[in-house]
């Protein structure tokens, strides 16, 4: 059971504080439900009888904030080169409402935007799974929207220029030298290029 000023997730949405306990008439049936507001000055009804059972929970302490950004600085984990598997795999880690898996869709999903650019369903769902992260650690780290997006964008920059971009440099020993020779411009005895 939760209360009028707790901060709760509710999966697929993100995190925001419960404003209001209301009974409510909704096609004949009476019943309970948090009126929770979300960034954006949004609204949401989720009936209280069902709000565990669809995954609302606490929105995490700080210091388990800090555990999903470290998930942020850590290298993608193997997804399926199949789109559509890659697809309902990633919706089905938002859909739980964990927010690791969360940080873990929004890295590999950076990762894959920075290397070979995604299609617009998965773009949709980064913007999705970012927001999600960014509202609950905002309410986290009492910090601003601003601040923890930024935040998130630098882990997850480190990260790839750790992980990807040095990957991507692989020298052949055999190979070493063989620029210098394409790149050398001759000049004659005087300093002046042939």
């Not at 600085?73 to 880690?93: A, I």
């Given at each position: 059971?939760?209360?009028?000023?707790?901060?709760?997730?509710?999966?697929?949405?993100?995190?925001?504080?419960?404003?209001?306990?209301?009974?409510?008439?909704?096609?004949?049936?009476?019943?309970?439900?948090?009126?929770?507001?979300?960034?954006?000055?949004?609204?949401?009804?989720?009936?209280?009888?069902?709000?565990?059972?669809?995954?609302?929970?606490?929105?995490?302490?700080?210091?388990?904030?800090?555990?999903?950004?470290?998930?942020?600085?850590?290298?993608?984990?193997?997804?399926?080169?199949?789109?559509?598997?890659?697809?309902?795999?990633?919706?089905?880690?938002?859909?739980?409402?964990?927010?690791?898996?969360?940080?873990?869709?929004?890295?590999?999903?950076?990762?894959?935007?920075?290397?070979?650019?995604?299609?617009?369903?998965?773009?949709?769902?980064?913007?999705n799974?970012?927001?999600?992260?960014?509202?609950?650690?905002?309410?986290?780290?009492?910090?601003?929207?601003?601040?923890?997006?930024?935040?998130?964008?630098?882990?997850?920059?480190?990260?790839?220029?750790?992980?990807?971009?040095?990957?991507d440099?692989?020298?052949?020993?055999?190979?070493?030298?063989?620029?210098?020779?394409?790149?050398?411009?001759?000049?004659?005895?005087?300093?002046?290029?042939?």
């Amino acid at each position: 059971m939760f209360n009028v000023g707790d901060k709760i997730v509710y999966p697929m949405h993100g995190a925001g504080t419960i404003d209001a306990i209301e009974e409510k008439d909704i096609l004949g049936e009476k019943q309970a439900y948090y009126i929770i507001k979300m960034p954006g000055e949004v609204k949401v009804m989720v009936p209280t009888a069902r709000a565990e059972e669809i995954g609302v929970r606490n929105v995490i302490d700080k210091e388990n904030a800090g555990k999903v950004l470290a998930i942020l600085e850590e290298n993608e984990t193997e997804m399926s080169n199949n789109w559509n598997k890659r697809y309902r795999d990633n919706m089905e880690k938002m859909k739980s409402g964990d927010i690791y898996e969360v940080a873990d869709v929004v890295r590999n999903l950076a990762f894959k935007q920075k290397e070979k650019g995604l299609s617009t369903g998965e773009k949709k769902m980064l913007n999705n799974a970012k927001q999600i992260l960014v509202s609950e650690l905002v309410l986290a780290e009492h910090a601003s929207q601003e601040d923890v997006e930024k935040m998130v964008d630098n882990k997850i920059e480190m990260s790839f220029e750790e992980y990807k971009v040095h990957d991507d440099v692989h020298v052949n020993p055999s190979e070493i030298g063989k620029d210098v020779v394409k790149k050398f411009i001759p000049f004659d005895g005087t300093g002046t290029q042939v």
